[in-house]
């Protein structure tokens, strides 16, 4: 089992450019999440998913929007890059409340 | 502000010692917490969790230890090793209300443990 995998690794954005993050999970999870973590911080929740075909906005959803594209794959979107929104970003998926996360995309909005 | 914190951001041990990292949480009816580890550059890993009807679980050289009454968790690292050099972070069960509910997780800022040769 790969458990939750994302892409890209990396990505370096213009402000005002837009680009979808992707996350796909094998463990056949219900539930997924997408987290931003900045320097310094713990992680903070921006979407998540209850499960196929429902989204939800999480505490810090504002210039995002996501799509549950069906069981295995939770991606992120952002419509105009700014650069507060520069950080790491880690998708994630659960059962039983216990959450696994992917390697993480550090992104860079200059 | 938020409902878990710790109570150190860098914790440095000897090689070989015991580690203890503290966690503080506010929410009471909490009922299920778990600690990460996060090594530079990867996603937060699982270590262990615990649910509100315990109050200590162990697992291989991890213990993790709560204390309804002052709302205080801990992880408790026995002989610490190189590999164990992270930043470990507590997160605290919420429930997220949408059309079919979800789990969600509450995180702490994070300790950095460093490990001396």
């Known amino acids: 089992n790969a458990g939750v995998t994302q892409t890209p690794k990396f990505q370096v954005l213009k402000t005002g450019q837009s680009m979808t993050l992707q996350c796909a999970q094998d463990m056949n999870h219900n539930s997924m999440y997408w987290y931003r973590q900045d320097p310094g911080m713990g992680l903070r929740l921006i979407y998540y998913s209850a499960s196929e075909g429902t989204t939800d906005k999480g505490e810090v959803p504002n210039g995002y929007n996501v799509s549950r594209l069906n069981k295995r794959e939770f991606s992120l979107r952002l419509e105009s890059a700014a650069p507060s929104q520069t950080s790491v970003y880690f998708c994630?998926?659960?059962?039983?409340?216990?959450?696994?996360f992917g390697p993480g995309t550090r992104l860079t909005v200059l | 502000g938020e409902s878990v914190g710790l109570h150190l951001p860098t914790l440095s041990v000897q090689e070989g010692d015991n580690s203890i990292i503290n966690c503080a949480y506010s929410?009471?009816?909490?009922?299920?917490f778990i600690w990460y580890k996060q090594e530079s550059g990867k996603g937060p890993q699982f270590i262990i969790d615990?649910?509100?009807?315990?109050d200590k679980r162990q697992g291989q050289r991890v213990t993790v230890l709560l204390n309804k009454t002052v709302k205080h968790l801990s992880l408790q690292i026995a002989a610490t090793q190189p590999g164990d050099s992270a930043v470990y972070f507590c997160?605290?069960?919420?429930?997220?209300?949408?059309?079919?509910?979800?789990?969600?997780?509450?995180f702490g800022k994070g300790t950095h443990l460093i490990i001396q040769p």
């Open positions: 997160a605290e069960n919420i429930i997220l209300y949408s059309g079919g509910g979800a789990d969600g997780l509450t």
């Open positions: 615990i649910r509100s009807n315990m």
């Open positions: 994630a998926s659960s059962a039983g409340g216990k959450q696994f």
């Open positions: 929410n009471s009816a909490s009922d299920y």
